[in-house]
């Protein structure tokens, strides 16, 4: 790992998903892989509250086997299946036992172009490589495999290289889902054309 990169404090994560998520714009989400190294930047995050709080969220019903990770502590990486095509990839925040996280809504290619062109060869352009939760997870090589991993120390890590989050992000609704669409929980960086929408 490159030096300028430092790990997220606990104590940032241990924090409601709708404090957490505007601090994660700017991060860089790095993936190391046999194949090689890639790192992206967050662009667009969206919260998702806790059981029994938020409808649009899988943990609202409580811990199942399927979710079992939001419920455990934060800092890692929580992966779900959608669709029956897409995997999507969720920072487990606040406190164990509260079933909260932020998904991973859009990436800037940060590095290792290369790789995640290969990995989404129907991508027209760059701008196209990790715009969106599914295309994102495709571009990073993020699976199925990946649910639980420790975003501090594993494969896949959220890291802060010291650009830190934009001033005045642009907050909306949540989209992508069919309830509780009303709250603004969706954070993107103002201006920035590497968003999903």
Known sequence: MNDEFSVLPRDLLERSAVEVAPLLLGCVVVHDSPEGWVAVRLTEVEAYAGEGEDPGSHAHRGETARN???????????????YGMHWCANVVCGKEGEG??????????VAGLELMRASRPKARTDRDLCRGPGRLSQAMG?????????????????????????GAPHVGPRIGISVATHEPWRWRVARNRFVSC
């Open 68 to 82: 079992a990770v939001m419920f455990g502590p934060p800092g890692h990486l929580y992966v779900y299946f959608t």
């Open 100 to 109: 909260v996280g932020v998904l991973l809504r859009a990436l800037e290619p």
């Open 142 to 166: 993020i699976s199925g495999e990946d649910d639980g991993d420790d975003l501090r120390r594993g494969r896949i890590r959220v890291l802060d290289d010291g650009v830190g989050p934009p």
